[in-house]
């Protein structure tokens, strides 16, 4: 079953402009990660934000979360067309469980 | 560090025959996790080791089946292959409870 859901399930941009996704889930969560996949491959990485955390930065990314809306944004700046990828949200159930539920991803396309 | 190492990166078997895949963590993590992924159902937990022994199980059929080693490499099994397991299999490492890492995937194709 899916816990988060992305939003939009599609982004195209120009270079240089920012990209906003936004991801919702279900049940109560101890943190929230977003991960990037390119073209099929393996997820990679990008931020894992706590749940007594609201904001945090890495680089050109900014993930916010607000737990009482059960919701997540992940703000990329100054877009550049290899951040052209599918974009994903996972949240672990409280509880201490290694498992993620992923949302479907959003397709963010960046325009040179 | 080398990452998460995932063999075979493409596989494509027939119905009815069984496959296994195989995953080396990050060196030092213990606990690996398996997901699969497919264009309707997006990413699904399969489950997940820790110490040679399965710490959480996924919605899916008997026919999943897998196992840790006591180097914490991992291999997960399906059976009697249907049409529909055709996916994208990923395995993950984590140190902590937290962050996971992945590996490539392994590309399964049956036909």
């Known amino acids: 079953s899916q816990q988060g859901e992305e939003d939009p399930q599609a982004l195209s941009i120009q270079e240089g402009e920012n990209a906003t996704m936004n991801c919702s889930y279900k049940?109560?969560?101890?943190?929230l990660q977003w991960y990037r996949q390119n073209s099929g491959r393996g997820l990679v990485h990008l931020i894992l934000?706590?749940?007594?955390?609201r904001e945090k930065h890495s680089g050109r990314l900014r993930v916010t979360l607000d737990t009482s809306k059960k919701s997540s944004s992940l703000l990329i700046t100054a877009s550049r067309a290899a951040d052209t990828a599918s974009y994903f949200c996972?949240?672990?159930?409280?509880?201490?469980?290694?498992?993620?539920?992923f949302g479907k991803g959003t397709k963010l396309t960046v325009n040179p | 560090k080398a990452g998460v190492t995932q063999t075979p990166r493409y596989l494509i078997k027939t119905r009815g025959q069984q496959v296994t895949l195989s995953c080396s963590p990050i060196?030092?993590?213990?606990?690996v996790s398996w997901y699969q992924q497919t264009p309707g159902q997006g990413l699904q937990f399969l489950f997940e080791?820790?110490?040679?022994?399965?710490?959480n199980k996924g919605n899916f059929p008997g026919r999943f089946s897998g196992r840790q080693f006591s180097n914490s490499r991992s291999e997960m099994n399906v059976s009697t292959l249907e049409l529909g397991d055709s996916a994208l299999y990923l395995c993950?490492?984590?140190?902590?409870?937290?962050?996971?890492?992945f590996g490539p995937g392994t590309r399964l194709t049956v036909l």
């Open positions: 060196s030092g993590h213990r606990s």
């Open positions: 080791y820790f110490s040679e022994t399965q710490r």
């Open positions: 996972a949240t672990d159930v409280q509880g201490g469980s290694e498992k993620l539920v």
């Open positions: 934000i706590r749940s007594n955390e």
């Open positions: 049940t109560s969560i101890n943190n």
């Open positions: 993950a490492s984590s140190l902590v409870p937290g962050t996971q890492y």
